[in-house]
Every structure is written in C-alpha cells, then in structure tokens.
C-alpha cells in the first residue's frame, strides 16, 4: 500500500511539472493579439476622432476664368471645342486682322517719312550752322575793312590838310568809309537773320524727332493691338460651353468660354455647429 501511494504522488509531480500543450496556449496568444488589434483599432479611430470631422454636405469649387475680346471684327477661326482639355498659351480663337494690319503697314511708311523729315531737318541745320560761320568770317572782315577805311580817312584829313594829297582823294576815302561801313553793319544784320533762323532750324529738328518717337510708339500701340487678334489661353484647364463660331461679328468683352482653372480647385463644406466648435487649424 504504502508503494503504491507513493508512485500516486510521483505521478502528480511529474504532471505538475510537464511542459503545457500548444493545444492549451494558442487560446491565450490569440486573446493577447485581439486585445492588441482591437487596441490599436480603437486608438487610430480616436485619434482619427479627433483630428478630422466629417460631412456629406460639400462640393468642390473652382475658378472659372472668362475669355473676352480686347478688340472687335470677325471671327476668322476657333481652334478648340466644348469641355476641352488645355495648356496655358494653346490657340483659341483668331479674329480677322487684315484691316489692323494695313494700319501697321501705313503708320510703318509714315515713320520712314517722319525719318527722312529728320535728316532733312538736320542736313538744314547741318547748313545753316555752316552758313553763319561764314556769315561770322565775313563780319570780322568787314569789321578790319571798316576800321582800316576809317584810320586811312583819318590820315587823309590831315594830308588835306596839308595839302599833301587832293580834295578828291580825301572824298574817295570818305566814301570808301561810308562803304565799309554799309558792308559791316549790312554782314551783321545778315549774321542775325541767320541765328534766329537757327533758332527756328533747331525746333524744326525737335520737332521732327518727336514727331518720330510718336511714331514710334503708335507703332508699338499698333502692334500690340495686332496681338490681341489671337487669343491665347491664359492658365491650364478645360474649356467650358463655348458662345463663339468663325464668321461671326464680335465686341470687345463679349464673352466667347470659359475655362475652368485647373490650379484652383477647393472644398467648400458645411459643417454643423457642433462639429465648428471642434475645428482647429491643421484638421483634415
């Protein structure tokens, strides 16, 4: 009896001490990896909670850009379609130009006329400039004539005096003199009639170089009036319902499409009052 009680208690020593079943703990492990699943399940849902709000009352909104004319006339051809697709600087519509153009071809022969007006204007100054230096040599020597003619006619009145020479010698000086001076004071005037005419000649000249420049910038206007004759698009996006056909008469700021721009695009939503309180900047 007694060996038999002790081989029971050895038994359940060794049961005791055996080594648990995987049968026994796959149970336990699939229990830790729900709680843990169902633990991040629950954090990532609250921590979603609470840094975005939901709602189904929202549309998304964009730019429409609007295509006006900055100039009227017939529509010589369109080059795109309804509820196209298009990049910034693709052709939209050409209208006729060939009226705008003749305009530029006159005002370009009109600024080849205000040209040659110029070097006209100068090659007369360029003169003139020229005339009064000579007009000026002339003054000085009419000048030295007269001085001379006066000093000889000086000294003749003393040789009359003196009867060194005859009284129809001293009158040929005397009128040497009077001629001499007729000489000087006629050259002078000549030399002021000239400067005030210089005066003139240099206004002339401005006057035609302005008239150049205005040109010159109607030109310029002309020219980039002639670019408003092609409409380009002005941003990416897509064509909406267009009003415009070729053949057709347009105004200026007439609307022709729209285009719907593709680098705009929002989110406008309506949240309820309860979810307003909530919004911080940085939810989603």
């Known amino acids: 009896m007694t060996f038999i009680f002790l081989l029971s208690k050895l038994h359940k020593k060794n049961r005791m001490t055996q080594t648990p079943t995987p049968k026994k703990i796959l149970p336990k492990v699939i229990l830790v990896l729900v709680l843990i699943i169902g633990g991040y399940i629950g954090f990532t849902k609250y921590?979603?909670?609470?840094?975005?709000?939901?709602?189904?009352?929202?549309?998304?909104?964009?730019?429409?850009?609007?295509?006006?004319p900055r100039v009227s006339g017939f529509v010589k051809s369109v080059h795109v379609h309804d509820y196209e697709q298009i990049k910034k600087g693709d052709l939209l519509i050409e209208i006729d130009?060939?009226?705008?153009?003749?305009?530029?071809?006159?005002?370009?022969?009109?600024?080849?006329?205000?040209?040659?007006?110029?070097?006209?204007?100068?090659a007369n100054l360029n003169s003139l400039q020229k005339s009064i230096q000579a007009q000026e040599a002339q003054v000085k020597t009419a000048e030295y004539l007269k001085t001379k003619s006066e000093r000889d006619h000086n000294r003749n009145t003393e040789l009359e005096k003196a009867k060194a020479i005859t009284h129809q010698q001293w009158l040929d000086s005397k009128d040497q003199v009077e001629l001499s001076n007729i000489k000087y004071f006629g050259s002078i005037d000549e030399l002021n009639s000239s400067k005030s005419k210089l005066a003139i000649q240099v206004s002339a000249v401005h006057r035609a170089e302005n008239l150049v420049k205005n040109k010159e910038v109607k030109i310029a206007q002309q020219k980039l009036k002639l670019s408003y004759y092609t409409i380009l698009a002005p941003v990416d996006g897509k064509i909406g319902k267009k009003s415009i056909e070729p053949g057709q008469f347009i105004q200026i700021s007439q609307p022709l499409m729209t285009i719907v721009d593709a680098s705009s695009f929002w989110v406008v939503a309506n949240f309820k009052e309860t979810q307003v309180r909530k919004l911080v900047a940085g939810m989603e």
Do not use: C, G, M, W
Not at 47 to 68: C, G, K, M, W
Not at 97 to 112: C, H, Q
């Open 47 to 68: 921590r979603f909670a609470t840094s975005h709000e939901e709602t189904d009352n929202a549309q998304i909104e964009s730019y429409f850009v609007p295509i006006l």
């Open 97 to 122: 130009s060939e009226e705008a153009n003749l305009s530029l071809k006159e005002l370009e022969v009109d600024l080849e006329q205000a040209k040659i007006d110029v070097s006209s204007a100068k």
